[in-house]
């Protein structure tokens, strides 16, 4: 077990650096896109543009309580926490 968490902690340690290296290459590709017609860019290979979306929510401070109870859904899921101790 031991090995495995941390194996775990080494993987994702290596995944945090390459989230924050591709967030930083897509602010600089969103950046750039804005030299091109349409703010899209194709070649061969790929196609790379912005769409703009919405999404809608609300929230439980936004609510009756009596709707809320009647039409909130609870959904159950599991969470894996791997800690340093201190």
Excluded: A, C, G
């Excluded at 194996?7 to 290296?21: A, G, L, T, W």
């Excluded at 290979?45 to 709707?67: A, C, F, G, Q, W």
């Amino acid at each position: 077990m031991e090995e495995l968490v941390q194996q775990y902690k080494h993987y994702k340690k290596e995944m945090d650096n390459i989230v924050k290296k591709m967030e930083k290459t897509k602010q600089k590709i969103k950046i750039k896109l804005n030299d091109y017609p349409e703010k899209k860019f194709e070649n061969e290979e790929n196609i790379v543009y912005l769409k703009s979306m919405n999404r809608t929510s609300i929230s439980k401070k936004d609510v009756p309580v009596d709707l809320w109870e009647q039409y909130s859904v609870i959904t159950k899921y599991d969470t894996l926490y791997v800690k340093d101790r201190k």
